[in-house]
Structures are given as structure tokens and as C-alpha cells.
Nanobody, 124 residues
């Protein structure tokens, strides 16, 4: 069982940066693939990015590639989402998710555990 708690969301202006954190409980955190998803009002949840258990491989949605960076610190059971050059269209609730398999997936249905989400609002 893994419990996830996101933090770091807030209200920023376009062009600003934010770093989201996701703290995980559970002794097997280091073996999980971790993902970030987001959901804007009236829209479906969408993939933002993922990182493998070792941190050696990451994948990003085209909409955030070059602006967002995922990293993890297995010693601290924490995964991060660094968001730079934020745009109003990045406004959403951001969710951290854990997948029990080491293989990558961009599908939300492939993730087993979810955090409660943190709101990110980008004003123009």
C-alpha cells in the first residue's frame, strides 16, 4: 500500500515557476514508477509525465516538454514536478500517481495509487 500527498500548488502569473512535491509512504516506493497527471475543469485527466523507479528515464506530454521536469529522491520517498514558464492553460489540479510496475505508462488506468491533488492556477 502506498499513500501519496501532493504539495506546492498555488496561484502564479504566466511565466512563473512552481515546484510540486509528492511525498509517498511505503517501503517499496523506490520500485514504483511515478507519474504526474492533471485535470482542468470540464476536461478529462491527462498525462503530464512519468519517471521510472531509478529516475533514469522520464517521459513528458508534448504540451509540457521542455518546460516541466520530473525528478525523484528515493531516500526521501519524494517525487517532484518542476514547472517553468507556466501558461494559463497549465491551470489544473495536479495529481501524483504510483504504478506498481517498473515499466512506463501514460494511461491513468495503469496507476494503482493516487494523491488527493493540488491546485495550480496560472493567471495571464
Amino acid at each position: 500500500q502506498v499513500q501519496l500527498v501532493e504539495s506546492g500548488g498555488g496561484l502564479v502569473q504566466a511565466g512563473d515557476s512552481l515546484r510540486l512535491s509528492c511525498a509517498a509512504s511505503g517501503r517499496t516506493f523506490s520500485s514504483y514508477t511515478m507519474g504526474w497527471f492533471r485535470q482542468a475543469p470540464g476536461k478529462e485527466r491527462e498525462f503530464v509525465g512519468a519517471i521510472t523507479w531509478s529516475g533514469g528515464w522520464t517521459s513528458y506530454a508534448d504540451s509540457v516538454k521542455g518546460r516541466f521536469t520530473i525528478s525523484r529522491d528515493n531516500a526521501k520517498n519524494t517525487v517532484y514536478l518542476q514547472m517553468n514558464s507556466l501558461k494559463p492553460e497549465d491551470t489544473a489540479i495536479y495529481y501524483c500517481a504510483a504504478r506498481r510496475w517498473t515499466s512506463y505508462s501514460s494511461s491513468s488506468t495503469d496507476y494503482d495509487y493516487w494523491g488527493q491533488g493540488t491546485q495550480v492556477t496560472v493567471s495571464s
